[in-house]
Structures are given as structure tokens and as C-alpha cells.
């Protein structure tokens, strides 16, 4: 009662992310075996949505699962590594929680900062069609890091 409540969309995500770990031993009475939980995990945004809306209370950003920044990265090494593999921080997809990503890789959930790293805003400028070369690359980078320093500074 004074710890709170357990929350339901991280629970719900454990178990289907988890649900196939045996638990226990069928046999020493702890009643072992895998867990699973009939809830469509592809409704669990628009739950939270709804929610917050017929509560009044809003959902912190930082919010496990359903945050708006539970999906994001600024960070320039979890930025590189989500343009080469997804999975590399992610353990279950922005779509599995009826979010939608766009197919771009900073479609990824990166966003560009201070902390950005040199592949992130490669990666954006040429989806945004400028194939730049090297010598210009660091022209731009060196000049896209003095600008994020001033704006979050």
C-alpha cells in the first residue's frame, strides 16, 4: 500500500518478454513453468494515452515503456549503435507497444544533441540527401557540436 502500485505495462512487457523462463520446478510445489498474460501488448501506448487523459495526469517522460523519451537517444554511442542494429539497446521494439517508427535510422529514436556522435549526424544529413565528403563532414560536425553546446549549454 505505501510502496504503490506495480506497473501494469511493465509487467506486461516482462511477461512477454520473459514469460518463457520456467519458474521454479514443476516438481517442488512452487507450481513451475512458464508465465504468460492474455494482454495485447500492441495497445499498451493507446492504454496509456487514455489514462492520462480521462485522469488528468500526465505520463513522465522518462516513464519506463511509455515515456516519450522511453524510445529516444542522444547519446552519440547508443545513437551508433542503433543505426547499426536496433536491438543493441532496445529489448523490445517502439511497434510491439503500438508505437510506430519511421524506417529511416533516425527514425530510430535518435535525436541530435550535444552528445551526438559524428556517424548520428552523418547518418541524418545524408537521409536528408547530402552525401558529404570527409574534409566537410568535419567542417559540419565541428560546427553542429558548437551550436548543440549553446542551445542545451
Known amino acids: 500500500e505505501r510502496a504503490g502500485n506495480a506497473s501494469l505495462e511493465e509487467i506486461a512487457m516482462s511477461l512477454a518478454l520473459k514469460g518463457s523462463t520456467r519458474f521454479g520446478d514443476e516438481n517442488d510445489g512452487s507450481g513451475g513453468g512458464n508465465l504468460h498474460s492474455a494482454i495485447n501488448s500492441v495497445h499498451i501506448t493507446s492504454t496509456s494515452k487514455m489514462v492520462a487523459e480521462y485522469t488528468g495526469m500526465k505520463c513522465q517522460p522518462h516513464k519506463a515503456i511509455v515515456g516519450a523519451n522511453a524510445f529516444q537517444h542522444e547519446s552519440g554511442i547508443h545513437q551508433d ?67 548543440a553546446e549553446k542551445r542545451k549549454g
Open 81 to 147: 549503435g542503433m543505426i547499426k542494429n536496433k536491438g543493441t539497446y532496445e529489448i523490445m521494439t517502439p511497434e510491439s507497444i503500438g508505437l510506430m517508427r519511421g524506417e529511416s535510422q533516425s527514425g530510430a529514436g535518435i535525436v541530435l544533441g550535444k552528445h551526438s556522435g559524428r556517424n548520428a549526424v552523418f547518418t541524418r544529413l545524408r537521409e536528408l540527401g547530402y552525401d558529404l565528403k570527409p574534409d566537410k563532414l568535419d567542417k559540419v560536425f565541428t560546427r553542429f557540436k558548437e551550436v
